[in-house]
């Protein structure tokens, strides 16, 4: 588990502009069971392509026109129960951090895995989820 005082600046990223975080099963749980309306989660990190690439790109799409009812985060490597319960409503999806979800009445409707945002700009990364939140939201 990664120290308090390292990751709390890359949690406050996510945090500051409106994100609620997980930080329990319960929470998890209690937002993804109960959900109606759509929800993104990001499943936040500590490496650079969280830095460079997935926070900034969560960022600006939670800045469009059409935007889900719910944001959240969760940052795996420090909230490990409810990364893995997060993960639990991803699959068939492998566990990969970052990545993205997005939730329509509880059920995974649009997922950005690692491997797409890694080496890939913000702004695409962006654009692929105002895509999605355009058709689903």
């Not at 309306?37 to 800045?63: F, M, Y």
Request: proline share 6%; aromatic share 8%.
């Amino acid at each position: 588990m990664y120290p308090a005082e390292l990751v709390l600046p890359m949690r406050e990223d996510l945090t500051e502009k409106g994100f609620k975080e997980f930080v329990s099963i319960e929470d998890v749980d209690n937002s993804l069971n109960n959900s109606k309306g759509t929800s993104l989660v990001v499943i936040n990190s500590v490496c650079g392509c969280a830095a460079a690439n997935a926070r900034p790109a969560a960022k600006i799409a939670s800045e469009h026109s059409t935007t889900p009812d719910n944001l959240y985060t969760v940052f795996a490597g420090f909230h490990n129960d409810a990364t893995n319960q997060v993960r639990k409503y991803c699959l068939p999806y492998p566990a990969s951090s970052p990545s993205m979800a997005l939730f329509k009445d509880g059920k995974l409707v649009h997922f950005i895995e690692r491997h797409h945002i890694e080496g890939r700009p913000a702004e695409l990364i962006a654009e692929n989820l105002t895509a999605a939140f355009d058709e689903f939201c």
